[in-house]
């Protein structure tokens, strides 16, 4: 009895422990239960605010001059002298170098003294012929006048010099010598007369010959001497006459005129022993500073051998690199910020002047080559080429603009969006909106929504 009691006490707590489970399922997990009491939707809203957005992009690059040129001397020679070292500061015609000028310096003096020589007989001419100066000229003439006489008087007499009678009595002699080889040739041809007799009369013959050659030989250069006498005597006369008529001219003649010809010509040697002098001294040809030298005293140079690297960093350009993604956010006449890792306390500002077009290589990537320049605000800075800097491109800024989130635009086509307003009911109501710049997290409104109006972000 005792154990019925204890398994009836079991059964009923067994019992009414299933019947709390099922109540509570009821109650709490039954479907029914759920249905009854939904959970409220959650609504995540923003408030349209004023604030600024910038767009930016950055870059790396370094500072190269506006201009960079190799000097070279416009001559050859000796390099003599280097007046300037790596560094230096040159204004715009310094002299930088020379070369060895001591023939280039006689030849510039020499110069100077011709062309003075030739304005000094230029006013001569200008001034006319002095009364000695035509005495002279008219003595010359005389004497040239009687030397053609005389010319002329020898070569009428030459006919009838001794020359001539030398020239017969050889004649004669050689035809006697003529007919006696004839005579002794007939006798050896006989038999009658030696091998040796023969040949002297020969030999005899032959010399004959060439004295009667040798009085015909000095007979004609006694005529030609004669003839060469004349024809000279008569071009001094004609030249002599040509003179004394130019001293008798007016200035405005040929004589001005070959007068005023031998100054020019004076003026233009003497401009290009200058100009030769000139070429032996190397110029700055703008203010810059001295990069390089590459010339070494005593050598020898020539009009393609590089003396100097001279650059003008008065107003350099930043040339810097951005990555291909970032490409459409920079465009000629974007403001930039640059900061040099030798000026790291130090923000200069400039803007883009030119973008590549091509894109480069840099440390393995392609890359958007960009040139900067830059606004020193005349600053006490020292500024290098070559030092290199980190730039901020900004590709656009708009300051107290009205803002939204990006999450809470709904893109409605091509640069179309709208937005979810939320009303004063509570209620959402779709509006189009009129987006300007956009960064990652915020977006300017132009136009649809006012400052203060609440729209929905996330997801609907």
């Given at each position: ?86 560094g230096d500061q040159v204004q715009e015609d310094d002299v930088l170098a020379r070369l060895e000028t001591d023939t280039l310096e006689r030849a510039s003096a020499e110069a ?263 606004d020193f605000d005349g600053r006490d800075v020292t500024i290098l080429s070559g030092m290199t800097a980190d730039v901020e491109i900004v590709a656009g800024e708009a300051r ?61």
């Amino acid at each position: 009895m005792k154990g019925r009691r204890i398994w009836i006490v079991l059964t009923v707590a067994l019992l009414l422990a299933a019947g709390g489970g099922y109540f509570a399922y009821v109650r709490f997990l039954s479907p029914a239960s759920v249905a009854q009491e939904p959970p409220e939707p959650t609504l995540e809203t923003a408030t349209v605010t004023r604030g600024d957005i910038v767009i930016t992009a950055d870059g790396s690059g370094e500072l190269v001059p506006t201009t960079e040129l190799e000097l070279t001397f416009q001559t050859s020679g000796e390099l003599n002298e280097i007046l300037v070292e790596v560094g230096d500061q040159v204004q715009e015609d310094d002299v930088l170098a020379r070369l060895e000028t001591d023939t280039l310096e006689r030849a510039s003096a020499e110069a100077d003294v011709e062309l003075e020589i030739a304005q000094l007989e230029l006013a001569d001419v200008r001034e006319g012929p002095s009364d000695a100066e035509l005495a002279d000229a008219q003595a010359a003439l005389r004497d040239a006048q009687v030397e053609l006489r005389l010319a002329q008087n020898t070569y009428e007499n030459t006919s009838d010099s001794n020359m001539d009678a030398a020239v017969d009595s050889a004649k004669i002699e050689f035809d006697w010598w003529v007919s006696y080889y004839q005579g002794q040739k007939a006798k050896y041809e006989e038999g009658s007369l030696s091998q040796a007799d023969h040949d002297w009369a020969m030999n005899a013959m032959i010399s004959a010959e060439g004295r009667w050659q040798e009085a015909i030989n000095q007979a004609e250069a006694e005529e030609v001497q004669a003839v060469s006498r004349v024809a000279q005597a008569r071009n001094t006369v004609y030249q002599e006459q040509e003179d004394l008529e130019l001293l008798e001219s007016e200035p405005l003649t040929d004589t001005l005129a070959r007068a005023e010809l031998a100054v020019d010509e004076a003026l233009l040697v003497r401009e290009e022993a200058r100009a030769a002098l000139a070429a032996a001294q190397l110029y700055a040809p703008f203010d810059g500073i001295i990069m390089d030298v590459m010339g070494t005293v005593g050598e020898q140079v020539n009009k393609n051998t590089s003396i100097f690297l001279l650059a003008d960093l008065h107003e350099p350009l930043l040339r810097f690199w951005i990555e291909e993604s970032d490409m459409g956010r920079v465009a000629v006449g974007s403001p930039v910020n640059v900061v040099f890792g030798a000026l790291p306390d130090d923000t200069f500002t400039g803007e883009v002047v030119d973008i590549d077009p091509v894109l480069v290589t840099v440390d393995g990537t392609p890359a958007v080559q960009v040139w900067a320049r830059l606004d020193f605000d005349g600053r006490d800075v020292t500024i290098l080429s070559g030092m290199t800097a980190d730039v901020e491109i900004v590709a656009g800024e708009a300051r107290n603009a009205l803002l939204v989130p990006v999450e809470a635009l709904r893109e409605m086509g091509l640069d179309q969006y709208a937005v979810f307003v939320v009303r004063s009911d509570g209620e959402l109501e779709m509006r189009s909106v009129v987006v300007g710049l956009m960064d990652y997290t915020s977006a300017e409104i132009l136009d649809g929504l006012e400052e203060g109006d609440v729209v929905r972000i996330g997801e609907e």
